[in-house]
């Protein structure tokens, strides 16, 4: 198992700059996901981790050892591939025990773990199987077991579950998790979808841009997020976010509603405040603070979706626990749950909150 | 409506007429060339346009092999042949590979002069190509051929492996090193068995190239030992008369070793090997 440690790691292809001074700690057995817009670099720094891109500069460290240099099959690390990349030629048992081959391990004792592994992942059946002539989700099957059966220091994963289908893709999240409950290996995950990440991680670094915008938990994210990039990039649906100017107990909205906001002592440099659709609650005429008309209604069963449009302030997306009985062109008082509430500088950084 | 219409029986009789017509045209020399091959020397002028002679014979196929040169002309070719279309081969697929994988200092540059070789006519450089060969003391030599034919095919034979290299994925490379390959251990067990197709497609295209090639081997070749069977054809043209009937029938068992070879490599022209490789 293995502890993995960027020190002010940096990517250049030419004068292009894809990562910039990314310092990072992944601890013995963690599961790190790596989530991000497309071009944010997140692929390149898991290419650099296993070795497939050369880091330009900074230092790359497996368990205190220094691993720039080393080539991908001296660092010992397992990756599964978004396209899978079975090979086509070999059928699924060859594909699995591959690596083994390679080692030169004994037929026998490759038999052995491609079984036992096959079994885990449920490919008893398909052993003698060409990729092929295998479904979408077998084949990711395959790319993990060839993965596990090497006994790794740790596995990367980069986008896996993108090419299935929705079901597939809860199914196999799920199985990902297992798996590192079950071998309680050091991971790294790259992907772009939010839900993968913040269902699996133990740690999310959030990357834009080729900067790291914010390392910490799913629950650290989602609630303290360290600026407007990581608000909007975590949470569904997106947290809203309206401009606002700084008063003498919290903030102003433009169309003249002031929310307080105790919980943020300094809100001189606010200028945007954000709030997530479900942190909005729907409120009686009197006790509400901004009122509004709801413009779409989308009754989730267990949620609604409301986007209210509110006169001076524009729309505002709200969520709703349960079915609510409202309509398009309802009118609806709203009430801001301003404990929930985030405050933003111009420059999209968080004004932090005092802790509660 | 009740199901799929059935297409018409006319547009069905014309689509298989014009597949019909088509291989025919394209078959029609051929044919032709196996018609005069039999045809008894006698008939050859009373009979010329009949589309098959009164009486056929196999006199001329056994004139041809039994007594004149052809045996020697043919291993000539065959070795001409194999050699460049291996040669070739192995240089084109170690070129493409790197042109297809790796990115290097003037890369695009080679890849641009190689283009502009295929531009001139062999024609304009006949003359100094026999200048160096003769400089080289390689003239009526069949290591000459090899090297001339090799020179000229590598270009296209590149592209072509290129090609077939680049529609193999780089993530199975990648995963092959990842379970521990060298690069080039990737290449043999991962890389290798894919590009079959590719392998056996360039080695027909230069084998062909290099088995029906005239020009070069006229004006490198005089001697009667090392002549191949393009130009051994053009010793059934004497001054006063043209032995068709033997000629053609030299030409029907010169179409016998290309066929050998495509029927051999034809298994490693099926496309679809790498299908399942990735994505779902």
Same mark, same amino acid.
């Given at each position: 198992?293995?502890?993995?440690?960027?020190?002010?790691?940096?990517?250049?292809?030419?004068?292009?700059?894809?990562?910039?001074?990314?310092?990072?700690?992944?601890?013995?057995?963690?599961?790190?996901?790596?989530?991000?817009?497309?071009?944010?670099?997140?692929?390149?720094?898991?290419?650099?981790?296993?070795?497939?891109?050369?880091?330009?500069?900074?230092?790359?460290?497996?368990?205190?050892?220094?691993?720039?240099?080393?080539?991908?099959?001296?660092?010992?690390?397992?990756?599964?591939?978004?396209?899978?990349? %079975?090979?086509?030629?070999?059928?699924?048992?060859?594909?699995?025990?591959?690596?083994?081959?390679?080692?030169?391990?004994?037929?026998?004792?490759?038999?052995?773990?491609?079984?036992?592994?096959?079994?885990?992942?449920?490919?008893?059946?398909?052993?003698?199987?060409?990729?092929?002539?295998?479904?979408?989700?077998?084949?990711?099957?395959?790319?993990?077991?060839?993965?596990?059966?090497?006994?790794?220091?740790?596995?990367?994963?980069?986008?896996?579950?993108?090419?299935?289908?929705?079901?597939?893709?809860?199914?196999?999240?799920?199985?990902?998790?297992? %798996?590192?409950?079950?071998?309680?290996?050091?991971?790294?995950?790259?992907?772009?979808?939010?839900?993968?990440?913040?269902?699996?991680?133990?740690?999310?670094?959030?990357?834009?841009?080729?900067?790291?915008?914010?390392?910490?938990?799913?629950?650290?994210?989602?609630?303290?997020?360290?600026?407007?990039?990581?608000?909007?990039?975590?949470?569904?649906?997106?947290?809203?976010?309206?401009?606002?100017?700084?008063?003498?107990?919290?903030?102003?909205?433009?169309?003249?509603?002031?929310?307080?906001?105790?919980?943020?002592?300094?809100?001189?440099?606010?200028?945007?405040?954000?709030?997530?659709?479900?942190?909005?609650? %729907?409120?009686?005429?009197?006790?509400?603070?901004?009122?509004?008309?709801?413009?779409?209604?989308?009754?989730?069963?267990?949620?609604?979706?409301?986007?209210?449009?509110?006169?001076? %302030?524009?729309?505002?997306?709200?969520?709703?626990?349960?079915?609510?009985?409202?309509?398009?062109?309802?009118?609806?008082?709203?009430?801001?749950?301003?404990?929930?509430?985030?405050?933003?500088?111009?420059?999209?950084?968080?004004?932090?909150?005092?802790?509660? | 409506?009740?199901?799929?219409?059935?297409?018409?029986?006319?547009?069905?009789?014309?689509?298989?007429?014009?597949?019909?017509?088509?291989?025919?045209?394209?078959?029609?020399?051929?044919?032709?060339?196996?018609?005069?091959?039999?045809?008894?020397?006698?008939?050859?002028?009373?009979?010329?346009?009949? *589309?098959?002679?009164?009486?056929?014979?196999?006199?001329? =196929?056994?004139?041809?092999?039994?007594?004149?040169?052809?045996?020697?002309? =043919?291993?000539?070719?065959?070795?001409?042949?194999?050699?460049?279309?291996?040669?070739?081969?192995?240089?084109?697929?170690?070129?493409?590979?790197?042109?297809?994988?790796?990115?290097?200092?003037?890369?695009?540059?080679?890849?641009?002069?190689?283009?502009?070789?295929?531009?001139?006519? *062999?024609?304009?450089?006949?003359?100094?190509?026999?200048?160096?060969?003769?400089?080289?003391?390689?003239?009526?030599?069949?290591?000459?051929?090899?090297?001339?034919?090799?020179?000229?095919?590598?270009? =296209?034979?590149?592209?072509?492996?290129?090609?077939?290299?680049?529609?193999?994925?780089?993530?199975?490379?990648?995963?092959?090193?990842?379970?521990?390959?060298?690069?080039?251990?990737?290449?043999?067990?991962?890389?290798?068995?894919?590009?079959?197709?590719?392998?056996?497609?360039?080695?027909?295209?230069?084998?062909?190239?290099?088995?029906?090639?005239?020009?070069?081997?006229?004006?490198?070749?005089?001697?009667?030992?090392?002549?191949?069977?393009?130009?051994? *054809?053009?010793?059934?043209?004497?001054?006063?008369?043209?032995?068709?009937?033997?000629?053609?029938?030299?030409?029907?068992?010169?179409?016998?070793?290309?066929?050998?070879?495509?029927?051999?490599?034809?298994?490693?022209?099926?496309?679809?090997?790498?299908?399942?490789?990735?994505?779902?």
């Amino acid at each position: 198992m293995a502890r993995i440690e960027l020190r002010n790691v940096f990517k250049h292809y030419g004068r292009t700059e894809v990562l910039r001074d990314i310092s990072l700690d992944i601890e013995d057995g963690e599961f790190v996901v790596l989530v991000g817009p497309s071009g944010c670099g997140k692929s390149t720094l898991l290419r650099m981790i296993a070795g497939l891109e050369p880091i330009t500069g900074g230092e790359f460290l497996i368990d205190g050892e220094r691993m720039n240099e080393v080539t991908p099959r001296n660092r010992d690390i397992a990756m599964v591939f978004q396209s899978y990349a %079975l090979y086509p030629h070999m059928d699924v048992a060859r594909n699995m025990g591959f690596s083994m081959e390679i080692r030169r391990d004994a037929a026998e004792k490759r038999r052995v773990r491609v079984t036992e592994a096959a079994k885990t992942l449920g490919l008893g059946a398909l052993l003698d199987r060409l990729p092929k002539a295998l479904s979408g989700g077998q084949r990711q099957r395959v790319a993990m077991g060839r993965a596990i059966i090497r006994d790794p220091r740790a596995f990367l994963f980069d986008e896996p579950l993108s090419n299935l289908d929705a079901a597939l893709r809860v199914e196999m999240r799920l199985e990902i998790a297992r %798996l590192h409950q079950r071998l309680a290996a050091t991971m790294v995950y790259v992907t772009h979808d939010q839900v993968e990440a913040l269902t699996l991680a133990d740690r999310i670094v959030v990357l834009e841009g080729g900067d790291i915008q914010q390392v910490g938990t799913p629950l650290d994210l989602y609630e303290r997020p360290a600026n407007r990039f990581v608000a909007r990039f975590i949470g569904s649906p997106t947290m809203n976010i309206l401009e606002a100017t700084p008063t003498e107990t919290g903030v102003e909205l433009k169309n003249g509603a002031r929310i307080d906001l105790p919980q943020v002592p300094d809100r001189s440099t606010a200028r945007q405040l954000g709030i997530r659709p479900e942190h909005i609650d %729907l409120a009686g005429p009197e006790s509400g603070q901004i009122s509004g008309v709801a413009d779409v209604v989308e009754h989730l069963g267990s949620d609604t979706n409301i986007y209210v449009d509110v006169p001076g %302030l524009g729309p505002l997306m709200v969520r709703a626990h349960g079915n609510v009985p409202l309509r398009p062109r309802d009118a609806v008082s709203l009430r801001f749950q301003t404990g929930n509430a985030h405050v933003f500088a111009a420059d999209g950084t968080a004004l932090r909150s005092a802790p509660v | 409506m009740a199901g799929i219409r059935k297409p018409s029986p006319l547009r069905t009789a014309g689509k298989y007429a014009a597949l019909a017509a088509y291989v025919g045209f394209a078959l029609f020399p051929l044919y032709w060339l196996l018609k005069i091959a039999v045809t008894p020397d006698q008939l050859i002028y009373s009979e010329g346009t009949r *589309l098959w002679p009164s009486a056929a014979t196999l006199a001329n =196929f056994t004139t041809v092999v039994f007594q004149t040169d052809f045996l020697a002309y =043919f291993r000539n070719s065959v070795a001409v042949s194999l050699t460049t279309a291996a040669a070739t081969t192995l240089i084109a697929a170690g070129a493409g590979y790197a042109f297809s994988r790796f990115h290097f200092r003037g890369k695009s540059l080679i890849i641009a002069v190689m283009l502009v070789t295929q531009m001139f006519p *062999l024609l304009m450089i006949i003359a100094p190509i026999y200048k160096i060969v003769a400089a080289a003391g390689l003239l009526n030599s069949l290591t000459s051929l090899i090297i001339v034919y090799t020179a000229f095919n590598i270009p =296209f034979a590149t592209f072509l492996m290129q090609s077939f290299f680049d529609s193999i994925p780089k993530d199975l490379e990648e995963a092959a090193m990842m379970d521990g390959c060298t690069r080039f251990q990737a290449l043999r067990k991962v890389i290798l068995p894919l590009t079959l197709p590719g392998l056996g497609a360039t080695l027909g295209f230069v084998f062909t190239a290099a088995w029906s090639e005239l020009l070069f081997a006229l004006m490198l070749i005089n001697s009667n030992d090392t002549m191949t069977f393009p130009v051994g *054809l053009l010793t059934f043209v004497s001054k006063f008369s043209v032995d068709w009937g033997q000629m053609m029938a030299a030409g029907v068992l010169a179409l016998v070793p290309s066929c050998l070879f495509f029927i051999f490599i034809q298994r490693y022209l099926v496309q679809g090997l790498t299908s399942g490789a990735v994505k779902g």
